[in-house]
């Protein structure tokens, strides 16, 4: 049962380490550790997703600013309860890592594969420029009864055809990690620049 469980959240990601180790969290006696990873898109800009790994799984000596990497595993959420409340942070979390020679070795640096549940009602938009887009929200079961909570965004027919899925219902998706930076604007005035991260759908089933 734990087998078929993983293997409806499978990430292969590829890029350079753009950030310093930092300590996340402990588990059992593990330690975990999070960087930032910047991943090519085929257009001439990056994402730069946040990647948490076990120190048993690479030694953090080993890991630093410039290494290009090739990392298997699995989208995850957590809940951050701070002081704005409670927010749904998002990371890769590592099972394999591979070191590579240079960013030419990078084949498919970004796909995912995703089998969960429509969570929250779809919404459907268009943007100024006319392209349609829905908002949807999968949770995805992962083994002892947790759930990771995805964000996800569907275009064209895929927009118009998951609009009218119901919460509940049971999808199968690939695509990719996509990040994209937007502005919060507090009731103080001040506005800060924040990182959303969410799946841009490819192909989906129901």
């Known amino acids: 049962m734990v087998g078929n469980l993983i293997e409806n959240n499978l990430v292969t990601i590829a890029g350079k380490v753009i950030s310093g180790l930092e300590y996340s969290h402990e588990v059992y006696g593990e330690g975990f550790y999070s960087f930032v990873l910047e991943v090519p898109r085929l257009s001439d800009s990056n994402d730069k997703i946040p990647i948490t790994i076990s120190e048993r799984l690479v030694s953090k000596d080993e890991l630093s600013k410039g ?42 640096p970004n ?24 908002d949807l929200l999968l949770a995805v079961n992962r083994p002892y009864n947790k759930s990771d909570y995805i964000p996800c ?54």
Do not use: H
């Open 111 to 134: 796909q995912i594969y995703l089998n969960g549940y429509i969570c929250k009602k779809p919404i459907y938009r268009t943007t100024p420029f006319g392209r349609e887009i829905t």
């Open 67 to 108: 290494c290009i990497l090739e990392i298997e595993g699995q989208f995850r959420s957590y809940n951050n309860y701070g002081r704005e409340g409670n927010r749904l942070l998002l990371t890769v979390f590592a099972r394999e890592i591979e070191f590579l020679e240079d960013e030419s070795k990078i084949k498919n």
């Open 153 to 206: 965004i569907a275009w064209g027919r895929n927009a118009r055809y998951s609009q009218n899925l119901f919460v509940g219902d049971n999808i199968k998706l690939w695509g990719r990690i996509q990040s994209r930076e937007y502005q919060k604007k507090y009731s103080s005035g001040e506005a800060v620049t924040k990182t959303a991260y969410e799946v841009s759908i490819s192909k989906m089933e129901v």
